[in-house]
């Protein structure tokens, strides 16, 4: 088994920062894409951004230039670190991970729990 454990969440002004951390643990082998996801209330999961293990990133244009995504692989982790916030990121946020497994050898998508992350103006 794999789980995602997020972090960092919470309530911030409309301007300000926060970073959401995510680890990884348990019968890894290796983790290939890592990535945040949003929803907000009402509306479908979006993706934020991604990780490739090779290192390239990709995000959603809204976030483009305010959100940095970077991973530490030796701790199997995840971070978003968002900056300049406004009252539309307010969502819950979760993180994914494909991760191949120990035992079977194939990989599998598993998500974090998520976190909520509001942003009052």
């Known amino acids: 088994q794999v789980q995602l454990v997020e972090s960092g969440g919470g309530l911030v002004q409309a301007g300000g920062s926060l970073r959401l951390s995510c680890k990884a643990s348990?019968?890894?082998?290796?983790?290939?894409?890592m990535g945040w996801y949003r929803q907000a209330p009402g509306k479908q999961r979006e993706l934020v951004a991604v990780?490739?293990?090779?290192?390239?990133?990709n995000y959603a244009d809204s976030v483009k230039g305010r959100f940095t995504i970077s991973r530490d692989n030796a701790k199997n982790t995840v971070y978003l670190q968002m900056s300049s916030l406004k009252n539309e990121d307010t969502a819950v946020y979760y993180c994914n991970a494909d991760v191949r497994t120990v035992l079977s050898g194939r990989i599998f998508r598993y998500w974090g729990q998520g976190t909520q992350v509001t942003v009052s103006s």
């Open positions: 990780s490739t293990s090779g290192g390239s990133t």
């Open positions: 348990g019968s890894i082998f290796s983790i290939n894409a």
